[in-house]
């Protein structure tokens, strides 16, 4: 935008709203905006874009040689209006298109009438509209609002608009098509209608369609929509009472009610001695068969429609129960019940559809119909018959219909309304009179005024455009790449691209990746990468095939950017070479398609390490599925490609696979760099169905203990990222937490599968592979209290002066671990302990220290409860036994809301010593 | 049509080359390659020659196996044994007074076989001064001793991109007591760690943020290395090394940056992305005195993608230390990753390409780079004057060739120092060499060039040179990383 004109607008801005909105209620086109709202664009370029985008040829009738230069974006259908758009908005708009939604490419069609005539007419249209349809209303559900914020400011839809975060820019860009405030419009049931197949309303495909899920479409309209009612469609009730199974809740008054976002024990902070019942509707988007899944610790209950459907009462560690069902689709009351007595307290209600993955059942929970019929400052819209008699003959008089479909009754509504053709006009007047008296009001600015005479011009000369007739390709693709704003998210050679300010919304879960992991692919040359047939599906149905970059590419319909698939074929396809021919070979060949599933494995190109192969991952960064790659390239492409991936994309992370022209395997193939590439593609050909080449999938790798103690040093889930394993002949295993200190884990059997960390990068925590894990306490064993009621502390290890000292390796590897507390040694030996048949570890703790410590303790265990059963035995959460051997009794206390046994710990001379035996 | 004609001259010319007598890496530097017994996984992170004349290979599996003759020709005969296991993906080891110490990624570890079975017994944790928090990226590369009996350790930061925990993006210094003494910020994602011939320590690091292309640095104590994320953790050092550095300001110039903040130490040379390689690693230095070749005191840096072995000699200019790259050696069986040169002029390459593909094959290898004794003809170093360049090569140049300036050409270009990650070349420009002119010994050249551009890499291509014997360069390229001029 020149200086000169910023400076108007903010001249504008002072003058006062009145004159503002004639200035800033242009029309707004993207592409007229970004590439012809300055001083470079051309003029007679920019002209027929507006022409076609303000669907000016509705009107006055084109010649058909302007086809290709004016692409006509077509008006709304508005044969269901009615359900979708709130009456009372549809009066503001037609009375003043510009004023109530900035930037629109609606005309005012009532501008020259005198304003009582005006309102008539408006009012009149909006009862016929209203007869298309009964708006309906739901509240916007509050789950539903995070989901669909992050949906919008993710999937693409910033390309075209603004975000709408609280620290986002107040001022919108200049080719951003503004948003406004859509409740005004819309209700949560029109918008979400809207926005599952927006090629519905709006055919010309500028709002492209972006193959939303339904919910998906629900929680983007909830998110725009939410400053109107919101409800999270459950509610709560907490009740508190001690009880061994279910309580009949019909007999209970709750403590506490209120809005739940979940299934989820979080609604209230008590751990122990508490019930909750949770109510609400689900939706069910499609019937059949269904399974549902609720798991608990403790008890709980589903209910659905009234009827239990699944019981998983009692008092129990966490336990899931299922149970399929049919269920029919639309609203079901649903009802879940579920207590704590004490200990953990875990609550989780899932179901999974037919081919589809788990989900967690409050993603299908639907809101309640609001309570108010239509924005409340404005009562309901009652239609009169007689106003929409009228209306529907304004409706065909004014010109409406020569813009919008609208059938009524099966039948298509015809403008009586006739206006010259585009080879009549003179390029002034008319439309672009300053204030027109009879013909529609665009609120055109300057230069759209002069482009459009411009191209005007340019059409009826004289002298007339020599070229008028096929727009060459060339010209043919960068328009419609800028109709269709393509270059939001694209790049062609010189033109287009993601604009500055909205390069940081583009992003990708693999940051790695860079750019090229979240900025849509370059269009250079894509006609020559692509496969036609492919660029066809892309076209109608939309892609998602990169996995790591979250925006997709929407559905635009060949219908509006069909052309491009030959223009695009007839300007790159020339710049490949064909691909050498092979003398030899049936590419269906076994042992030629065997060569190349050899070459994309593990041990050769290693392919599978950056790319995805069907639904499997790779273990690196998750590349595009090489199954897709023969669907979607063109051989020859794919050829050239592999000897020089920079060539094509200039800063690609892909390595040359054959670098200088040579292969790397010479053995495979004759060491034939074309065999080799032709391979590949042969093999990848067979699609989903290839067979997994070498190296992606790999089985589990378990380390056994077979007759010494074996140690793994890794990230083990429940001990840390500093865990040490160990594993015993005996079958017993360990892992102790090298950054706190304290033994983490016990469990028996299986030692642990290394797999996670040995193939692929090694991400992630590994849990152990045995069976009868016992969690033991966190935190540090070993503290000073000022007293036995003091709690104890919380800190790390090292900020409480703890020092890890390592470990030695003694009778068959088992270790003996060293630490020390300040002045204080500590040798910590666990080991299996007993005979053939029945092992329990046995952990011997020997403390060393010149000076006496005063008020020491061990911590042996912290749990929900402790029972001592005599002879220094404990019985510990009711499930295993902990045995002390001490020259201390030691003692059961309460601390935030556990019990915890303390050893006090008293030196005999420099020494102290304690046994720890685990029985399970 | 006259071009045509020259044109078709000069292909008949190079294919003539070509034929028969090209110059080739294995002449001159035999790549002898370990057969690898099935039962041991050697993704080698740690390579160590022990007092005994072992050789010692920490693992990404966190195993140490011992080679009985390292130097057995051909490696057939030879024995690997484990001696330690369990670790943690050790990425560093040094022998000193009895013990091994290793880096592994949670702590300094030091290691000893007390009981004399051939297995380690004894494991002492000589500094746990870092935190890791469960995310595979926070890689620790240890270094070997230095003159003080330091070990240093560069840190990967969080997922490669940010600090999640203590020290995650430094490099710290581990005293023989076990004592953290923090050296420098601004690390990323380091590949490897090793000092030149006067002991200067230099790490490299990888493209992604804040790094446009892969680079060797240098650990200059109190410095920082360029990624700001590490920098939460001066006020943790007690003021070891200075208040924290000015953040820098992304979608700048290095040179334009470490105008504004003295403490940011340029890359002493880049590799440029993906020509010279895409994944540097491990650092050797040639302080052999002459066994390993004609390269003393010169560095060579592994590249785990290209499967590489590059050639640095670097020189220092108004203090800082800068130079130029040349590929060395191609071929390592795997993803070339740890490096270590011996007193006898062996350098071995560990690879694994777990996680990160290579263009070496294996999923792990062990090889030995060894000279023929046959000097290749190379150019040997690459000095910046302020007009230009001096060019020293290992043999004698045909002063026909060397003097045209038409046997060069040169491009100069750098990278966006941003938040973003890596970077294109940008800022290219086609400098003019307007004088060759060979030294009376035959030994060097001197380009007077018009004009070099400061902050930039210089690629130069002397597709044309000749040796006296009219050979070609073996590698007729270099990229030298002119981050200050001479005076």
């Given at each position: 935008m020149p200086a000169k004109f910023l400076l108007a607008c903010l001249v504008l801005v002072i003058a006062g709203p009145a004159t503002l909105q004639a200035a800033d209620a242009h029309p707004r086109v993207i592409g007229f905006e970004r590439f012809h709202s300055g001083e470079k664009g051309d003029a007679v370029v920019g002209g027929q874009l507006l022409l076609g985008e303000l669907n000016c040829?509705?009107?006055h009738a084109a010649d058909k040689s302007l086809d290709s230069y004016i692409q006509k974006k077509q008006a709304?259908?508005?044969?269901s209006v009615g359900s979708r758009v709130r009456s009372n908005y549809l009066l503001k708009f037609l009375a003043d298109p510009q004023v109530t939604k900035p930037g629109t490419t609606m005309p005012n069609v009532l501008a020259g009438l005198p304003e009582a005539e005006r309102k008539e007419k408006a009012e009149a249209i909006v009862h016929f509209l209203a007869t298309t349809g009964t708006i309906a209303e739901s509240a916007a559900l509050r789950q539903s609002v995070n989901r669909g914020d992050n949906l919008y400011h993710h999937i693409g839809c910033l390309a075209c608009h603004d975000p709408r975060k609280e620290d986002s820019p107040k001022d919108p860009l200049p080719t951003s098509i503004p948003i406004g405030t859509p409740s005004r419009k819309f209700t949560v049931p029109g918008l979400t209608q809207f926005l599952a197949d927006p090629l519905a309303v709006?055919?010309?495909?500028?709002?492209?369609?972006?193959?939303?899920?339904p919910q998906d479409a629900r929680d983007i309209a909830s998110f725009l929509l939410k400053d109107l009612d919101i409800s999270s469609g459950l509610q709560f009730a907490l009740y508190e009472g001690s009880w061994d199974k279910l309580p009949d809740f019909s007999k209970l008054t709750p403590k506490e009610v209120g809005e739940a976002g979940g299934f989820d024990v979080g609604v209230t902070k008590k751990t122990d001695n508490f019930a909750l019942r949770f109510d609400g509707h689900i939706n069910i988007p499609k019937g059949g068969n269904y399974l549902f899944l609720i798991g608990s610790d403790d008890g709980s209950r589903l209910f659905i429609d009234g009827k239990l459907v699944i019981d998983n009462d009692g008092v129990h560690p966490f336990q899931q129960k299922r149970k399929q069902m049919q269920i029919t689709a639309g609203l079901h009351a649903v009802a879940v019940e579920y207590f704590e007595a004490g200990g953990q307290e875990t609550l989780q209600v899932e179901y999974q559809a037919e081919g589809q993955p788990q989900q967690k059942l409050e993603t299908l929970i639907a809101a309640p119909p609001s309570k108010k019929p239509d924005k409340p400052e404005e009562g309901a819209f009652v239609v009169s018959n007689d106003l929409a008699a009228k209306g529907k003959e304004y409706f065909t008089t004014l010109g409406c219909a020569s813009c919008h479909n609208l059938k009524k009754d099966g039948q298509q509504l015809v403008s009586k309304l006739t206006a010259p053709a585009i080879a009549q006009l003179k390029g002034n007047g008319g439309c672009l009179a300053e204030s027109p008296a009879k013909t529609p009001f665009y609120a055109l600015n300057a230069k759209q005024k002069q482009s459009i005479t411009a191209a005007i011009a340019g059409i009826n000369g004289p002298p007339r455009k020599p070229q008028v007739g096929r727009l060459a390709s060339e010209e043919l693709i960068s328009q419609n790449l800028v109709r269709f704003n393509c270059v939001a998210c694209h790049t062609r050679g010189e033109l287009g691209g993601v604009e500055e300010a909205r390069n940081p919304h583009f992003k990708s879960d693999m940051p790695e990746m860079g750019d090229e992991g979240r900025l849509p692919p370059p269009l250079a040359g894509v006609g020559a990468k692509l496969r036609p047939e492919w660029m066809q599906t892309v076209f109608n149905e939309g892609a998602k095939d990169r996995p790591y970059m979250f925006t997709r590419m929407p559905k635009f319909g060949t219908a509006n950017v069909g052309s491009l698939v030959t223009a695009l074929d007839e300007v790159d396809k020339g710049s490949l070479k064909p691909i050498p021919r092979l003398?030899?070979?049936?590419?269906?060949d076994k042992k030629f398609k065997a060569a190349g599933r050899r070459l994309v494995g593990g041990q050769a190109f290693g392919c599978i390490k950056c790319h995805t192969f069907a639904d499997k991952k790779s273990t690196g960064i998750q590349a595009l599925s090489l199954t897709t790659m023969t669907k979607r390239l063109r051989p020859e492409w794919f050829h050239h490609y592999m000897q020089n991936p920079l060539a094509f994309r200039p800063g690609t992370r892909m390595p040359n696979v054959f670098p200088d022209g040579q292969t790397t395997l010479p053995k495979i193939l004759d060491g034939s760099v074309d065999k080799q590439d032709r391979s590949m593609w042969a093999y990848l050909s067979?699609?989903?169905?290839a067979i997994l080449p070498v190296g992606l999938v790999t089985g589990a790798i378990e380390l056994i203990a077979y007759d010494e103690a074996i140690m793994y040093r890794n990230f083990i889930e429940g001990a840390g990222p500093r865990a040490i394993g160990v594993g015993y002949p005996e079958k017993l295993n360990l892992a102790f937490d090298a950054n706190n200190l304290r033994l983490a884990m016990i469990w028996q059997g299986a030692f642990i599968d290394a797999a996670r960390h040995w193939e692929g990068r090694g991400a992630g925590f590994q849990p152990p592979l045995g069976d009868n894990v016992i969690k033991l306490t966190d935190g540090v064993s070993f503290a000073a209290l000022e007293n036995d009621k003091a709690p104890w502390p919380g800190a790390t290890a090292k900020e409480q002066g703890y020092r890890f000292g390592g470990y030695s390796l003694g009778e068959k590897r088992s270790p003996t671990f060293t630490y020390s507390l300040g002045d204080i040694k500590i040798t910590d030996y666990p080991a299996p302990y007993g005979d053939a048949d029945v092992y329990v570890f046995r952990r011997t703790l020997s403390l060393a220290s010149e000076k006496p410590v005063p008020n020491f303790y061990f911590r042996a265990a912290a749990a929900g409860k402790i029972e001592e059963l005599g002879g220094g035995s404990y019985k510990i959460d009711g499930q295993w036994t902990m045995k002390i051997g001490s020259n201390q009794k030691p003692l059961v206390r309460e601390n935030s809301g556990k019990q915890e046994l303390l050893v006090p710990v008293v030196f005999e001379g420099k020494g102290a010593r304690i046994t720890q035996e685990f029985e399970w | 049509m006259i071009r045509a004609t020259l044109l078709f001259v000069a292909l008949l010319f190079v294919s003539s080359i070509a034929v028969g007598q090209a110059p080739k890496e294995e002449d001159y530097y035999k790549l002898v390659e370990f057969p690898i017994p099935e039962y041991v996984n050697l993704e080698a992170g740690g390579l160590e020659l022990l007092k005994s004349g072992k050789l010692a290979i920490s693992t990404r599996r966190g195993d140490i196996f011992v080679v009985d003759k390292p130097f057995a020709v051909p490696p057939t005969d030879v024995e690997f044994t484990k001696f330690a296991g369990g670790l943690h993906e050790v990425l560093g080891l040094a022998e000193k007074d009895g013990w091994l110490y290793c880096t592994q990624r949670c702590e300094v570890t030091r290691m000893k076989d007390v009981d004399n079975d051939g297995r380690a017994d004894l494991f002492e944790n000589v500094s746990d001064g870092w935190e890791i928090t469960g995310d595979y990226h926070e890689y620790a590369f240890g270094s070997s001793f230095d003159k003080d009996g330091n070990i240093w350790v560069v840190l990967c930061l969080t997922g490669s991109f940010t600090s999640e925990q203590k020290y995650r993006g430094w490099c710290l210094r581990i005293s023989p007591d076990g004592k953290v003494i923090p050296t420098c910020s601004g690390i990323r994602s380091p590949g490897g760690i090793g000092a030149n011939a006067v002991g200067d320590m230099f790490y490299t690091d990888n493209q992604g943020p804040w790094n446009g292309a892969c680079s060797l640095k240098w650990l200059k104590p109190g410095s920082f290395q360029g990624h700001p994320g590490g920098n939460r953790w001066y006020e943790m050092t007690g003021g070891a090394i200075g208040a924290r550095p000015k953040d820098p300001l992304s979608k700048s110039r290095m040179m334009v940056e470490t105008k504004k903040i003295p403490e940011l130490e340029p890359p002493a040379c880049y590799f440029p992305y993906p020509k010279m390689g895409q994944s540097a690693a491990g650092i050797a230095c040639d302080t052999t005195g002459g066994k390993f070749g004609p390269f003393k005191d010169q560095l060579f840096v592994a590249d785990q993608a290209h499967s590489t072995v590059m050639r640095v000699a670097l020189e220092k200019v108004k203090g800082h230390y800068q130079g130029a790259c040349f590929p060395f050696r191609q071929g390592c069986g795997s993803g070339a990753l740890s490096l270590l040169m011996t007193k006898d002029g062996s350098m071995f390459v560990g690879g694994t390409n777990r996680g990160w593909g290579s263009r070496g094959s294996k999923p792990y290898s062990l090889d030995r780079l060894v000279w023929t004794g046959k000097t290749p003809f190379e150019v040997h170093e690459m000095h910046a004057k302020k007009d230009g360049f001096e060019l020293t090569f290992t043999q004698k140049v045909d002063s026909a060739t060397a003097a045209d300036p038409k046997s060069y050409s040169l491009s100069t270009y750098t990278y966006i120092y941003q938040a973003d990650y890596g970077s294109p070349e940008v800022d290219a420009t086609k400098p003019t060499i307007t004088k060759a002119e060979v030294a009376p010994d035959g030994m060097s050249v001197r380009l007077t060039i018009d004009k070099l551009q400061e902050g930039h890499v210089h690629e130069l291509h002397l597709d044309g040179i000749r040796s006296t014997d009219k050979q070609p360069l073996l590698h007729p390229a270099a990229y030298y990383t002119l981050n200050y001029l001479p005076e």
């Open positions: 040829t509705s009107c709304p259908v508005l044969d709006r055919p010309g495909g500028r709002m492209p369609h972006l193959n939303l899920e003398d030899v070979v049936d590419e269906n067979d699609g989903d169905k | -």
